[in-house]
């Protein structure tokens, strides 16, 4: 009796200890919380790997043309996870910088609309299913999702141009994009409990 008493307990030992460790696998971590909201800003083009630094990941616009922009991003995410700051500043040659001070939150995320192809994206017509196999492109919604300041850093002006957008889109054309997109979802879905994916 003792002997079977004691081999319950072990087994149920076992299961919870497995429960845990699967639990502790699927919490993201600082750099996979980062990751999703570089994949949903669009700093993660084509698998572009950035700089870290202590708190932040560094993201650098590639530049083949020495008369083109060159945009620089920082992204930190802040105390909430599910929350995340941007400092970028584009840069013209022979001009002053525009910094841009940015904040996300994937939290806000009310609704999630995939498309087949670009074209049925802009024309807002034939969805499908975001988790299904034809799905190429992803419109995010929600009111306030990413907010940003603008502003010259050129001293002519202290001024700076506000404004805030609803929708984050969300492209899925190669594997490699289709991985990034799928993590960063199952984040805002599982981790950051946006409306979207809420059953009603």
């Known amino acids: 009796m003792r002997r079977a008493a004691t081999a319950t307990i072990g087994v149920m030992a076992i299961i919870l200890a497995g429960k845990a460790s699967a639990a502790a696998q699927e919490l993201p971590t600082d750099a996979d919380m980062r990751a999703a909201h570089a994949v949903l800003l669009g700093l993660a083009q084509d698998g572009a790997e950035p700089e870290h630094d202590k708190r932040g990941d560094v993201y650098y616009a590639i530049v ?26 584009l840069q013209f040659p022979d001009q002053w910088a525009t910094l841009t001070l940015g904040l996300v939150d994937l939290s806000r995320v009310a609704t999630v609309v995939a498309y087949a192809s670009a074209d049925d994206m802009i024309a807002e017509t034939n969805p499908v299913p975001f988790d299904s196999p034809e799905a190429e492109q992803i419109v995010l919604t ?35 994009q289709r991985w990034r997109a799928k993590r960063a979802l199952e984040i805002v879905a599982h981790f950051c409990k946006a409306p979207a994916f809420v059953k009603k």
Request: aromatic residues 2%; hydrophobic residues 30%; glycine residues 8%.
């Open 64 to 89: 083949d043309n020495p008369n083109a922009p060159r945009l620089v991003t920082r992204l930190e995410v802040s105390g909430a996870p599910c929350r995340a700051r941007t400092t970028s500043a």
């Open 142 to 176: 929600g009111e306030g999702l990413y907010c940003s300041s603008h502003m010259s850093l050129s001293g002519q002006s202290n001024a700076s141009d506000d404004m805030c957008a609803d929708r984050l889109d969300l492209p899925m054309m190669d594997e490699g």
